[in-house]
């Protein structure tokens, strides 16, 4: 008896562990979403969407599958927001300045003109000293999720005259967006905020002096040393840059854990990636535009630091009081002081 109760005992045993065994595996639940970004196809930035999304579907095992398309694929760029703020799809890559005049706050989470000259500065503030919550925090009443920044370094501008001083601004005609336009035309710029396809036109015509655009590669392929001789590089107005993924809230919620660790992490690695291939392709792009016969300046330090305690009554009257706005530039002026870049 002792010796049939061990027996079927063991059955028992290995039964269940068979059964346990047999038991099919259930295969991860695959997620799709998709993302309209910034940029048009085959354009660097656009190159490194692509291996942000390749990225977290790397990190996910292939479980997170996020569809790419380049600016207006899905909806007109500046449809964007109201797209994946209704759900027609679920991340987007955007200019934080863009909906400034909806949401005070995103003109200091985009670029701080006079603000921070170093990228490194302005990613520190997001990751260190609270950024990325006060961002989340200005897009959160807007049904939408900030998910992380990609900071790179400074924008040029591009003049048809000579710019040896900030004072020489004063008089000019200029296309600038965003705060910029605003700070620039405190600065005595005559500020038209055109269209990015429209800037070489309106440089070639003489309907503006002086314009910013984009990073000085995608000004070179766009011909601007042909229309304008003169380069300001660091541009006061954009001396550090971000840009941001942001998804549908309620998407983002619905994520498991580990893919929005995901994303955090693809978002970082990304803005690390592309800031320091910006940093080789600026030199680049300086060296073509000097063959080209255009002459490229700087303001001098002096300058700018001047500058920037001018235009601090600017960038605290963009906040319009909004409780949001004055935390994060109470935040960023705080840091600057413990820079040194405000005395």
């Known amino acids: 008896m002792t010796n049939r109760r061990s027996v079927l005992k063991a059955m028992g045993l290995g039964a269940a562990a068979t ?3 047999a038991a099919p595996v259930r295969a991860q639940t695959v997620v799709n979403w998709r993302m309209q970004a910034l940029w048009d196809g085959g354009t660097t930035p656009q190159l490194f969407e692509e ?22 694929q899905l909806v007109p760029a500046n449809q964007a927001f109201d797209a994946v703020r209704g759900g027609a799809f679920q991340l987007m890559k955007t200019f934080d300045g863009y909906e400034a005049g909806k949401i005070p706050g995103l003109a200091f989470t985009s670029t701080i003109p006079f603000g921070f000259p170093e990228a490194d500065q302005y990613e520190a503030w997001f990751y260190e000293l609270g950024g990325l919550e006060l961002a ?5 009443p807007a049904g939408l999720f900030y998910i992380a920044p990609t900071v790179y370094g400074p924008e040029p501008i591009h003049s ?12 000019k005609k200029g296309r600038f967006v965003g705060l910029a336009s ?6 005595g710029v005559s500020v038209t905020p055109l269209p990015t396809n429209e800037v070489y036109s309106a440089l070639d015509k003489g309907v503006i002096d002086l314009a ?7 000004n070179l392929e766009a011909g601007l040393a042909e229309v304008a001789k003169y380069i300001v590089m660091p541009g006061p107005h954009q001396p ?15 994520l498991p854990a580990h893919f929005k660790a995901a994303l955090a992490s693809a978002a970082r690695e990304t803005s690390a990636a592309l800031r320091q291939h910006i940093l080789v392709a600026d030199g680049k792009a300086l060296e073509e535009f000097k063959a080209k016969g255009v002459e490229v300046t700087s303001f001098s330090a002096d300058d700018v630091n001047e500058a920037r305690l001018k235009v601090i009554d600017v960038w605290k009257s963009a906040t319009k009081n909004q409780p949001n706005a004055v935390k994060i530039l109470d935040s960023q002026l705080a840091f600057m002081k413990q820079l040194g870049l405000i005395a």
């Open 19 to 21: 059964l346990a065994y």
């Open 160 to 171: 048809k005259v000579p710019l040896k001083t900030i004072a020489d601004l004063s008089g």
């Open 51 to 72: 291996r942000f999304v390749k990225r977290v579907a790397e990190l996910t095992d292939n479980a997170f599958q996020i569809e790419l398309f380049s600016a207006g």
């Open 182 to 187: 605003t700070v620039m035309g405190s600065l």
């Open 240 to 254: 550090t840059t971000a840009s941001s993924y942001v998804a549908n809230r309620g998407a983002y919620e619905k």
């Open 212 to 218: 910013d655009r984009g990073d000085l590669s995608a």
């Open 136 to 140: 989340r925090e200005a897009y959160a």
